[in-house]
């Protein structure tokens, strides 16, 4: 478990640094198009993928010894594509964090192409294709990150984009996806 996420997160800094550049480009794209509040919303995501990048990097000498989830049963699972995926409550805590965040970016990014007078078009927004913001490489797959990320992004751009909180909530100057919702899209049932 301890290589797999080594692996997992020596990967997930290689791709960090190209994928930054690949933003700060469709950033110009923007520019040109002249979507001003789009263009603004995702240099806000590119800052805080720096700042977690900053992160990421301290990570890199994690002592995985000592940290308690590599020695805690995995006593969840939860069902994604048609297969079974086991984790502890660490996984659980951060795939919840990955729907929150996505919601977040979502709501943002949608509230942004309204004002842009843009169409509804999530599927090019950079954060909803990055899908990775506050993912360290570490407790899951990047891939379910990423599913649970996008998942949640969806309905936030829904809600940012016709002004509205059906799939969440504004609280305390953060975005939260609403419970009922969250347990739509994950369930993790405790088995042990």
Not at 15 to 30: A, I, N, S, Y
Not at 149 to 167: I, L, Q, S, V
Request: hydrophobic share 25%.
């Amino acid at each position: 478990m301890i290589k797999q996420n080594r692996r997992q997160q020596e990967q997930f800094r290689e791709h960090f640094d190209r994928d930054l550049r690949r933003g700060e480009e469709q950033g110009h794209f923007l520019q040109k198009l002249h979507r001003l509040q789009q263009y603004r919303a995702q240099q806000e995501y590119l800052e805080r993928l720096r700042h977690q990048r900053d992160v990421v990097w301290r990570y890199r000498n994690h002592n995985y010894y000592n940290d308690p989830f590599f020695y805690t049963v995995a006593n969840f699972r939860y069902l994604r594509g048609g297969r079974y995926y086991f984790t502890s409550s660490y996984g659980v805590d951060l795939i919840q964090q990955a729907l929150n965040y996505g919601y977040a970016e979502g709501y943002r990014a949608g509230r942004a192409d309204r004002m842009d007078g843009w169409r509804f078009d999530y599927n090019n927004c950079y954060a909803y294709r990055d899908a990775s913001y506050g993912y360290y490489g570490l407790y899951v797959d990047p891939g379910a990150y990423n599913f649970y990320f996008r998942e949640a992004f969806r309905r936030g751009y829904d809600d940012g984009y016709y002004g509205r909180y059906r799939y969440g909530r504004y609280d305390g100057g953060s975005y939260f996806m609403l419970d009922s919702v969250r347990s739509g899209i994950f369930i993790a049932v405790r088995f042990r």
